[in-house]
């Protein structure tokens, strides 16, 4: 099938004089989880990862992704003839860099031409590749090859209702978010703002949907001027009590396809926009004689990402429901789930009924990753009934998930032994407790108001580099309110970051280990950014941040290997576990709070 796809794809690129074609795996809206009708990178190479970019010359196939999808791209990619390029490491060149090399280096076709469809890339992403292919001698070209050859059995954009999301859990008003977006408009001399991200514009107007796995958010468009905000979107996805909240925030409506001829003729001096998530072919809609503004990132995600104090509440309501869920799982595995043959997709399925227990609950907040040994070691393994591990023997078992509640949107990892505890190999309680004290030296930072998150980065990774080990991936993403499990501008990784940690950004903590074909360890927690009360002799007056854990849930105790760890990270493992305990006990059953009781025990 795949073969079959590449041959029309390359037919029509020669009809079109084209030599490369560039397919992303994201949407004109720069989400993370996109709705299956935009899934065309993996429609054409055969690739179901979350990351990943494909292109397709005359000649070759090849896709590019990171180190957590390795393993991933391997299996799937067999048979296709499409190559898997590293681009984690090191000596992997990047897109552009290896069409302008594999050119010059004997391609010697007529056709200098690379062609991406612009509503799939972001403006600052056009630009950066169309400024190194031009150096190089190649050409950019704005043409969808993908839509006239995925014809037969496209899903079509989702029609989920669009609802209202009450101001008990937001916090503040519409009037209030749009009053300060248009300060922020007026602070740039800008008087209108392009807004394509779907979590902004669920945060901005608070409204959420249903149109994307995991995220509730709802597939539109919204421009703020100072005197109107407009939301563009499909009729269908509005009922009349849709219709009535929108007129009652003063938000006008239009179809979604109107944003582009409403852009061409808007009536505006200025026009901002984040070149991160707007796409090109909605930007090249904006009238050329106006003025535009790169503000990047948006004035709405840098609002968004600050917390407020009704939200932050909300996530520790909503940590205390995942905690129940997450204890009645646990005590479940490890008393009942074995005597009946379990699959990682059993396992997945059971924590998802546990969680659908909990008040407000209404989704995963992504796929349940559920590793059993070495699939462990695959960071972002997805388990399917062709290729899905029994839970059988002894062994690690790294389970990732996270659920979305109206009160907010979480996310844990835990890694757990299966088994007799006398059995963990010594190897493992190493590699666990190594990760453990990253976790906690994050944890426990304290740090100067303006910190950055790359700046944070190397204590949660000390440990395992003082032993010549390290990860792919980052340390901490930030984390939204009934929203995208994965938000910024924040966030905790070797990348330099020019974004500031703030008072309200919620991150994870979440270092890791991962041993091909043996086992994955991740340890992960949601914290908070607070102000702190860092006094003594020593402090010079500067304002010191630290950070409050939100997540409520046991470690296994018998992975770590206590020799390694100081009294301080004891007491720590110690404090928390008797803070789990008080805060999840009183809503379990006499059963599972023994359960529970047992698992934070002191060490």
Known sequence: MIKERLAALRALMKEHGIWACIVPGTDPHASEYMAEHWTEMSWIT??????????????????????????????????????????????????????????????KNQDTKVAVNPEMYSVNGYRELKATLEEGGLGLVSIDLISPLWTEGRPAIPTSLLYEYEEQYTGESVASKLARVRQALSEKHCDALVVSALDEIGWLLNIRGKDVDYTPCLISYVVVEMDKCTIFVAPNKLDDAARAYLHRIDVCVQDYEQVFDYLKAINASAVMYDGNKVNEALFESINSQLSTVNCSPSPVLKMQSVKNETELQGERIAMRKDAVALTRFLSWLENEALKTPQTEITLAEQLGKFRAM????????????????????????????????????????????????????????????????????????RDYTLVLKGHIALARARFPKGTRGNQLDVLARQFLWAEGMTYGHGTGHGVGHFMGCHEGPQNIRTDNNPNPLQVGNICSDEPGIYRANAYGIRIENLIAVRESNLLGAHATGETFYEFETLTLCPYDTHMMDLSRMT????????????????????????????????????I
């Not at 390029?85 to 391609?107: N, Y």
């Open 46 to 107: 055969g690739f179901l990862g979350e990351t990943g970019t494909a292109v397709i010359t005359l000649e070759r196939a090849l896709l590019w992704t990171d180190s957590r999808y390795y393993l991933q791209a391997e299996a799937e990619l067999q048979g296709t003839t499409v190559e898997l390029m590293r681009e984690s490491d090191i000596d992997c060149p990047s897109i552009p860099e290896w069409l302008v090399a594999t050119q010059e280096q004997g391609t």
């Open 358 to 429: 909990g008040e407000n609950y209404t989704d995963d907040s992504f796929c349940t990753i559920a590793g059993w040994k070495g699939n462990g070691a695959i960071v972002h393994y997805h388990a399917t009934p062709e290729e899905c591990a029994t839970i059988e023997g002894e062994g690690v078992l790294l389970l990732d998930s996270g659920g979305q509640y109206l009160d907010g949107t979480t996310d844990i990892t835990r890694t757990i032994w299966v088994g007799n505890p006398a059995n963990i190999p010594a190897a493992v309680k």
């Open 567 to 602: 009294a301080e990270e004891i007491q720590w493992v110690n404090d928390y576990h008797a803070w789990v305990y008080a805060e999840v006990a009183p809503l379990l059953n006499a059963e599972e709070a023994a359960w529970l009781k047992e698992k934070c025990k002191a």
